[in-house]
């Protein structure tokens, strides 16, 4: 709403303005009188902004008015009701910070006027994590999702929604991505975020007792406790993952990247941060550094069978 107000002068500044005046203009030596410049509306534009991305910014425009209606030039002051939303700079520049709402004041003395800005994400990049995966029939996985607006910056709290191109092969959970293995079989997942969406190739896989000793150690052995990286005493983060040492240094154990997270958590594999690591999503979680094992490989199959041990328990066995 557009606020002008008006200024009344006081008897005895009305006084002393006219004395100026008379005393500026009687005699002739030259040198006419200067008035004050005095601002009497101030107006901003546009009215309102929205921005779809953190980082995106905007030059806003002011106008500045006497009484007669001209345009004076006076210093403005500018002001964020939430600069966790919104900020201005000195110069009128509009930055987006955080989704919300926010009011953009602009004052010239007592004049204010005042804008409204709008941030609110759209996703305009989504990539899932892996693209593709295999998946034991009857076991339930998910898969992870990162999402970037415009500018790049991440969309922690999108709304994603999700769908199967072949239920009777994988059924998924619309609202939360969980992933149900039907038929053996194959199925593309989708997940969608506003306009952005991408799919991940599925294959379910048969059902199989996966047992550490059996199925899970021997992946680890061959893959990823060879010389120079998971072995012995020099293995990063002391995660020695050769036989006889892999079960002691991962089940229960708190990652070194994602402290928050065990890098292997019993009946929780999208909490444990070597599944993420070996899928390649580490840096979703909030991990780093590169997917394991580094310059070699694990397959679909072999993650999707220490999916199936970690939750049946995780257990020594």
């Given at each position: 709403?557009?606020?002008?107000?008006?200024?009344?002068?006081?008897?005895?500044?009305?006084?002393?303005?006219?004395?100026?005046?008379?005393?500026?203009?009687?005699?002739?030596?030259?040198?006419?009188?200067?008035?004050?410049?005095?601002?009497?509306?101030?107006?901003?534009?546009?009215?309102?902004?929205?921005?779809?991305?953190?980082?995106?910014?905007?030059?806003?425009?002011?106008?500045?008015?006497?009484?007669?209606?001209?345009?004076?030039?006076?210093?403005?002051?500018?002001?964020?009701?939430?600069?966790?939303?919104?900020?201005?700079?000195?110069?009128?520049?509009?930055?987006?910070?955080?989704?919300?709402?926010?009011?953009?004041?602009?004052?010239?003395?007592?004049?204010?006027?005042?804008?409204?800005?709008?941030?609110?994400?759209?996703?305009?990049?989504?990539?899932?994590?892996?693209?593709?995966?295999?998946?034991?029939?009857?076991?339930?996985?998910?898969?992870?999702?990162?999402?970037?607006?415009?500018?790049?910056?991440?969309?922690?709290?999108?709304?994603?929604?999700?769908?199967?191109?072949?239920?009777?092969?994988?059924?998924?959970?619309?609202?939360?991505?969980?992933?149900?293995?039907?038929?053996?079989?194959?199925?593309?997942?989708?997940?969608?975020?506003?306009?952005?969406?991408?799919?991940?190739?599925?294959?379910?896989?048969?059902?199989?007792?996966?047992?550490?000793?059996?199925?899970?150690?021997?992946?680890?052995?061959?893959?990823?406790?060879?010389?120079?990286?998971?072995?012995?005493?020099?293995?990063?983060?002391?995660?020695?993952?050769?036989?006889?040492?892999?079960?002691?240094?991962?089940?229960?154990?708190?990652?070194?990247?994602?402290?928050?997270?065990?890098?292997?958590?019993?009946?929780?594999?999208?909490?444990?941060?070597?599944?993420?690591?070996?899928?390649?999503?580490?840096?979703?979680?909030?991990?780093?550094?590169?997917?394991?094992?580094l310059g070699g490989s694990v397959s679909?199959?072999?993650?999707?069978?220490?999916?199936?041990?970690?939750?049946?328990?995780?257990?020594?066995?």
């Amino acid at each position: 709403m557009r606020r002008i107000h008006v200024r009344t002068l006081s008897p005895v500044i009305a006084l002393l303005l006219s004395v100026t005046v008379l005393a500026c203009g009687d005699g002739g030596g030259g040198g006419g009188s200067t008035e004050p410049v005095v601002p009497a509306s101030i107006t901003v534009t546009p009215e309102s902004v929205t921005f779809s991305s953190l980082g995106e910014t905007r030059q806003l425009s002011w106008s500045v008015l006497d009484a007669a209606g001209s345009p004076v030039n006076v210093p403005v002051g500018w002001a964020s009701s939430n600069t966790s939303v919104a900020t201005v700079s000195t110069g009128g520049v509009l930055s987006a910070v955080g989704d919300g709402t926010a009011t953009i004041t602009v004052a010239a003395d007592e004049f204010v006027d005042s804008m409204e800005v709008t941030v609110a994400q759209m996703a305009a990049a989504l990539v899932v994590l892996p693209s593709s995966l295999s998946l034991m029939a009857t076991l339930t996985d998910r898969i992870s999702v990162h999402i970037e607006d415009a500018q790049g910056n991440a969309m922690l709290n999108a709304t994603v929604a999700w769908g199967s191109d072949n239920p009777a092969v994988a059924t998924i959970d619309a609202a939360t991505g969980d992933i149900t293995g039907g038929a053996v079989g194959t199925a593309t997942i989708t997940a969608t975020s506003g306009t952005a969406s991408s799919d991940v190739a599925l294959s379910v896989i048969p059902l199989a007792t996966a047992t550490f000793s059996g199925s899970v150690e021997p992946i680890f052995t061959m893959t990823c406790a060879r010389a120079g990286c998971h072995t012995g005493g020099s293995a990063p983060n002391g995660m020695d993952l050769s036989a006889g040492n892999a079960y002691s240094n991962t089940v229960d154990v708190a990652s070194t990247d994602v402290p928050a997270m065990e890098r292997v958590s019993p009946n929780a594999p999208l909490e444990s941060y070597l599944v993420h690591k070996l899928r390649g999503s580490q840096a979703v979680v909030g991990g780093a550094g590169s997917r394991m094992p580094l310059g070699g490989s694990v397959s679909n199959d072999e993650i999707a069978a220490i999916v199936a041990w970690i939750l049946s328990g995780a257990a020594n066995n």
